[in-house]
C-alpha cells in the first residue's frame, strides 16, 4: 500500500478538477514538469473517473489519487480507475473503513476534536483540515495539535502562494492542498506552461524550507 509519506512528499497536493478526461494527461505532464508528483483529482465532475483511469494507465510516475469523495460507491470507482490513495472533505466510518479493506490510504477532512477522535480509533494519523482558511488555519491546527500530538495535517482550502510558506514552516503539516497551480480555467485554457511554472514555484517555496 502506498504511504502517506509518499502521498506527500514533494509538500503539495493539487486539487484538480477536470470536465474533460482528454485533459487529464497534459495535465498530469504539466505538474510533473513542475516538480509535483502527486494529484488528487476530484469528484466534483462526470469526468473523474476516466481521468483518473488515464493518468493511472499513462503517467506511471504521477501518483494520482481521488478527491472529494463522499460515499463508498465513490471509492469503489475511484480504486477500480486506479486511484493510488483517497481523500474526503468530512469524515465517514464506513468509507474509512471500506478504505482500509481495499487497501489505499485515505485522508478524512475533519475542522473538530470529534472528528478526530473519531478518526483515530480508526486508524487515521493524518488528517484533511478543510476548509482551513475559512476555520481559522494555522491557529486552528496550532490548537488541534495540543491534545492531538500524534497527528499530522494536509490543510486545503484557501491555500495560496502567497501564504504557503507559513504553513510549510508548521511541523505539523504534512503537505498542503490547493488548487492554485492548476486551477480549472488554466486547465480549460490549454495553459498547461503556466501550470509548470506555478507548480515550480510552489515546489521551490517548499525545499526552501523545508530542504
Known amino acids: ?10 509538500g503539495i497536493v493539487p486539487v484538480v478538477v477536470l470536465d474533460d478526461a482528454e485533459a487529464a494527461v497534459p495535465t498530469a505532464k504539466a505538474l510533473l514538469a513542475g516538480g509535483i508528483n502527486v494529484m488528487e483529482i476530484t469528484f466534483r465532475t462526470a469526468a473523474a473517473k476516466a481521468s483518473i483511469a488515464k493518468v493511472a ?12 469523495v463522499v460515499n463508498v460507491e465513490q471509492l469503489r470507482d475511484a480504486v477500480e480507475a486506479g486511484a493510488q490513495f483517497a481523500v474526503s472533505p468530512g469524515s465517514d466510518s464506513e ?14 477532512g475533519v475542522v473538530t476534536p470529534s472528528e478526530i477522535m473519531m478518526g483515530l480509533k480508526l486508524g487515521i494519523k493524518v488528517f ?38 507559513e ?32 507548480s515550480a514555484a510552489a515546489t521551490k517555496l517548499f525545499r526552501e524550507i523545508r530542504g
Do not use: H
Request: aromatic share 8%; net charge positive; glycine share 12%.
Open 1 to 10: 500500500m502506498l504511504s502517506m509519506e509518499q502521498v506527500a512528499s514533494c
Open 95 to 108: 468509507v474509512i473503513l471500506e478504505a482500509a479493506k481495499l487497501g489505499v490510504p485515505i485522508v478524512p
Open 167 to 198: 504553513y510549510f514552516k508548521n511541523p505539523k503539516i504534512r503537505a498542503v492542498g490547493g488548487s492554485w497551480m492548476v486551477s480549472k480555467e488554466m486547465i480549460a485554457g490549454g495553459r498547461f506552461d503556466e501550470i509548470t511554472e506555478k
Open 57 to 68: 494507465k499513462e503517467m506511471p510516475g504521477m501518483i494520482v489519487g481521488a478527491g472529494t
Open 128 to 165: 484533511k483540515f478543510f476548509p482551513a482558511e475559512n476555520y481559522g488555519g494555522l491557529k486552528t491546527i496550532k490548537a488541534l495539535s495540543g491534545p492531538f500530538p500524534q497527528i499530522t495535517f494536509i490543510p486545503t482550502g484557501g491555500i495560496s502562494q502567497d501564504n504557503a510558506a
